[in-house]
């Protein structure tokens, strides 16, 4: 019997990342738990925020009506594009919307309204306690206020099972939509303040200064960093200094970006100056979210590999899921060989594969959404095999290795090894199974710059239980 397991119960699923954090599998389909303490405590907190912070917009919205409601109407829309864009960065999960809504309410209420009461005393401190001249005070002040309020979201929404933060690249997302909800709320006030001659050329104007070109450099970018900090802490198998390091590292790092961005150094030109202190923030940003992609890439090959049965999602699979690039290309092939009926068959099982890896990776192998996602992919291959039969094509695109007749490894078989696999972490130590088996999700990826080939090679057998071999998907070594 698998640890964890009870007499008379159906075992529960698998989780499939070696973390030192333990996980707690998910109650709820969303981020609303009404049997977590958190997530009450995150309401109650942006309740107060919005008791803080909804006087000040709405004196804005009164004082200069136009304006006001243009300001409003601008920084909404910009919003609303720019959570299009980040779903389009997301390689392989699509979050929740009502995940998505809370994490966007916490950094647009919750965050400011507390930092509407913390920044002035935090300004007063700054100011009584280091010598700096008035213009360098909100340089100190405001990060260290802003940061760590915004920081606390991604942290509430961690410890939430059922907001499924699996990963750093996880951790990123929301951290980015946290910071999303602030830039939002504060250049809303900005704009309605600066804006307040009346005229549209004003807001316009505050919407590419604040968003258009700082936007690349601004709330989310730093809260993005702290948040890929969280993901990684809940999440690695490294050890607990490590994870702190990495966690309060982002942190700082966040605040830091902030300040030098907030400094008054080449204040000479707005433009020159955001552009001037806004590049080597967005290049520290590209360099961590590079870094927080190729975990979640070593993550969902090791799932492939080692986890989700091969007839569903095999190695040869992944490497053609790996990429959106990659993807594109297949489903190119696809409608060459057996036209636009199977490239659109292979795009629906294309997602469907990718959903399965996800559900695989937040709620664990086994799980109801596992198992409904398996039966889709198992219909969707099947519709594809038949239009590439129909079209005369004997392997299409995008299939990936077959297993013959009699070699199909069973969903209860990869069940019960996984379960021996985890009962080795509690015997072993999860740090001497993550050492001794590190490199097998690893030397799945493949490299930039190899080609992916249209019917690639069958996979290696899937181990056995005796095997002295199991997944370290979350692994902490990198690619040689």
């Known amino acids: 019997m698998s640890a964890g397991a009870v007499p008379g119960r159906e075992p529960a699923p698998t989780t499939v990342a070696i973390a030192t954090v333990k996980r707690r599998l998910p109650r709820t389909p969303t981020f609303v738990d009404t049997r977590s303490l958190v997530f009450w405590a995150g309401v109650a907190v942006t309740l107060f925020g919005l008791i803080t912070w909804m006087p000040l917009v709405l004196t804005r919205l009164q004082s200069h009506p136009a304006t006001g409601v243009m300001s409003a109407m601008v920084w909404l829309l910009y919003g609303f594009?720019?959570?299009?864009?980040?779903?389009?960065?997301?390689?392989?999960e699509r979050r929740s919307p009502v995940t998505v809504l809370g994490a966007l309410a916490w950094g647009a209420?919750?965050?400011?309204?507390?930092?509407?009461?913390?920044?002035?005393?935090?300004h007063d401190v700054i100011a009584a306690t280091l010598p700096l001249s008035e213009p360098w005070v909100p340089s100190f002040a405001a990060p260290l206020v802003e940061e760590p309020l915004k920081w606390l979201g991604i942290v509430a929404l961690a410890l939430i099972p059922g907001a499924r933060l699996r990963s750093a690249a996880d951790g990123l997302f929301y951290g980015a939509v946290i910071g999303l909800g602030f830039q939002i709320s504060e250049s809303f006030l900005y704009t309605a303040v600066v804006s307040a001659d009346g005229t549209a050329g004003t807001v316009f104007a505050m919407l590419m200064l604040r968003g258009v070109v700082g936007g690349l450099w601004n709330h989310p970018t730093y809260s993005a960093m702290a948040g890929a900090g969280v993901g990684y802490f809940f999440n690695a198998s490294a050890s607990a200094a490590r994870r702190w390091a990495v966690m309060i590292g982002?942190?700082?790092?966040?605040?830091?970006?902030?300040?030098?961005?907030?400094?008054?150094?080449?204040?000479?030109?707005?433009w020159i100056s955001s552009l001037t202190k806004g590049v080597p923030v967005l290049i520290l940003f590209l360099f961590v979210l590079r870094w927080a992609h190729l975990r979640e890439r070593r993550t969902f090959a090791g799932l492939?590999?080692?986890?989700?049965?091969?007839?569903?999602?095999?190695p040869a699979h992944f490497r053609l899921l790996a990429t959106r690039r990659t993807r594109r290309e297949v489903r190119r092939d696809a409608k060459r060989a057996a036209g636009r009926?199977?490239?659109?068959?292979l795009k629906y099982l294309q997602g469907a594969q990718l959903s399965l890896l996800t559900a695989t990776h937040e709620d664990g192998w086994g799980s109801p959404?596992?198992?409904?996602?398996?039966?889709?992919?198992a219909e969707l291959r099947r519709d594809l095999i038949d239009i590439y039969a129909d079209a005369g094509v004997t392997r299409g695109p995008g299939l990936g290795w077959i297993a013959p007749p009699g070699t199909e490894v069973s969903a209860?078989?990869?069940?019960r090894w996984a379960g021996e696999t985890r009962e080795r972490i509690d015997t072993e130590g999860i740090r001497q199974v993550a050492r001794t088996t590190g490199q097998i999700?690893?030397?799945?990826?493949?490299?930039?710059?190899?080609?992916?080939?249209?019917?690639p090679a069958p996979p290696p057998t899937p181990p056995s239980p005796e095997d002295n071999h199991s997944p370290s998907l979350d692994s902490d070594h990198d690619p040689q």
């Open 81 to 92: 594009v720019f959570i299009v864009i980040l779903y389009r960065m997301e390689l392989f």
């Open 109 to 122: 209420i919750a965050a400011p309204g507390l930092a509407a009461v913390a920044a002035p005393a935090m």
């Open 250 to 270: 982002t942190l700082a790092l966040a605040i830091v970006v902030h300040g030098f961005f907030n400094t008054p150094i080449v204040n000479t030109n707005v």
């Open 304 to 314: 492939a590999a080692e986890v989700v049965p091969d007839d569903l999602v095999s």
């Open 341 to 345: 009926g199977a490239a659109r068959a």
């Open 369 to 377: 959404r596992t198992v409904e996602l398996s039966e889709d992919v």
């Open 412 to 415: 209860r078989a990869w069940q």
């Open 441 to 455: 999700a690893v030397r799945k990826i493949p490299r930039p710059g190899r080609t992916v080939a249209a019917s």
